[in-house]
């Protein structure tokens, strides 16, 4: 099992900023990748930013620029700060893990796991 613990979302100006960040625990084995969604009122959910193991980063193109996605590794968490946010970013964000998780000594499954979400208003 993997539980994810969310932080950060809130209410902001247009232009201002907000930190997320997501810590996983439990029994991760190794985390293979971390990222944040979105999902707007009557939107489909939608991949804002991802970071795998190996350090490679991904963005939507509506966030290029603003929102940057980083991880720390030997907490198992992962953060998206999010500058110049728009009247269009508001949203519940939630915070995605692949991992591999020990199943038993020697054995270990892969697994995905989403946080409970965080709501971010951008509203002046």
């Known amino acids: 099992q993997v539980q994810l613990v969310e932080s950060g979302g809130g209410l902001v100006q247009p232009g201002g900023s907000l930190r997320l960040s997501c810590a996983a625990s439990?029994?991760?084995?190794?985390?293979?990748?971390m990222g944040w969604y979105r999902q707007a009122p009557g939107k489909e959910r939608e991949l804002v930013a991802s970071i795998t193991s190996g350090g490679s980063i991904s963005y939507a193109d509506s966030v290029k620029g603003r929102f940057t996605i980083s991880r720390d590794n030997a907490k198992n968490t992962v953060y998206l700060q999010m500058n110049s946010l728009k009247p269009e970013d508001p949203a519940v964000f939630s915070c995605h893990v692949e991992a591999f998780t020990t199943v038993s000594p020697g054995r270990v499954r892969r697994l995905d796991a989403w946080g409970q979400g965080t709501l971010v208003t951008v509203s002046s």
């Open positions: 439990g029994s991760i084995f190794s985390i293979i990748a």
